[in-house]
């Protein structure tokens, strides 16, 4: 599976108590670090890949979350909110653009637009967009 960074992701285990036990007390970190939104355990999971380790045997499967039509909405609604604010007119020009994309054309179209060198075309790595956008 071809992950971008700007991807989440559901993480689905075969149910192991100590496993879940584990990773319910260490959610909000787990789910950061993976970019999850969501964890999920089940019986069975023959679509996923074995995993063992510490006396601990469940089969892991990532799956790729989709845009949903009202996040789009949603993120458009937001920017086009910010943008009345001060605080829009205290930020550079890349945010300031970042932010135009998104009241215009929506979060996907957002994260595409920072991931992407606007002068040469060129896929940015995460540090890079990071030391661009913050």
């Known amino acids: 599976m071809d992950f971008e960074v700007t991807d989440t992701i559901t993480l689905t285990l075969k149910h192991d108590k100590r496993l879940a036990d584990a990773i319910q007390a260490n959610k909000n970190y787990v789910t950061s670090e993976v970019l999850a939104k969501n964890i999920e355990f ?3 999971n023959s679509d996923g890949e074995p995993l063992s380790f510490d006396d601990i045997e469940t089969v892991i499967r990532l799956e790729k979350n989709k845009w949903k039509t009202n996040e789009k909405k949603e993120g458009q609604e937001f920017a086009k909110e910010f943008k009345k604010t001060s605080f829009y007119e205290g930020m550079d020009d890349a945010n300031k653009k ?3 994309v ?3 054309q929506g979060m996907e179209a ?3 637009h920072m991931f992407t060198d606007q002068q040469t075309g060129r ?3 995460y540090a890079e967009m990071r030391s661009m956008y913050g």
């Open 110 to 112: 957002a994260i595409e």
């Open 102 to 104: 998104m009241a215009e």
């Open 42 to 44: 089940v019986e069975t």
């Open 123 to 125: 896929k940015l790595s």
């Open 98 to 100: 970042a932010t135009d």
